[in-house]
């Protein structure tokens, strides 16, 4: 069974940093894409950023490029989102996903992501 277990969230203003990391684990194929969602209260969940860890290959949402980076350890197992310039608008529940392809997976940066961690809460107040 696919584990993906977030941490790093917290609250910070304006212009701020934070790094989320995601310890990822049980893949039953190898080297499924990563990526980082985010969902803020009214809002639909929209991909943050996505990395295919074996080949270093990465994708960025408009808003968050130049400001995000997605990467991972030298064991490929954590994935982290570092993230700075923060701005208000990023506040939302951030979450992990994993590439499995099901009746319930979202489509993201050319994957079906269907495996998903319990999320981690960023503030950013002005």
């Known amino acids: 069974e696919v584990q993906l277990v977030e941490s790093g969230g917290g609250s910070v203003q304006a212009g701020g940093s934070l790094r989320l990391s995601c310890a990822a684990s049980?893949?039953?194929?190898?080297?499924?894409?990563i990526a980082w969602f985010r969902q803020a209260p009214g809002k639909e969940r929209e991909g943050v950023a996505s990395i295919r860890r074996s080949l270093g290959l990465t994708t960025y949402a408009d808003s968050v490029k130049g400001r995000f980076t997605i990467s991972t350890d030298n064991d490929k197992n954590t994935v982290h989102l570092q993230m700075n310039s923060l701005k208000p608008e990023d506040t939302a529940v951030y979450y992990c996903?994993?590439?499995?392809?099901?009746?319930?997976?979202?489509?993201?940066?050319?994957?079906?992501?269907?495996?998903w961690g319990q999320g981690t809460q960023v503030t950013v107040s002005s």
């Open positions: 996903a994993a590439e499995r392809t099901h009746s319930d997976s979202v489509y993201y940066a050319g994957y079906w992501f269907g495996s």
């Open positions: 049980g893949f039953t194929f190898d080297d499924p894409a």
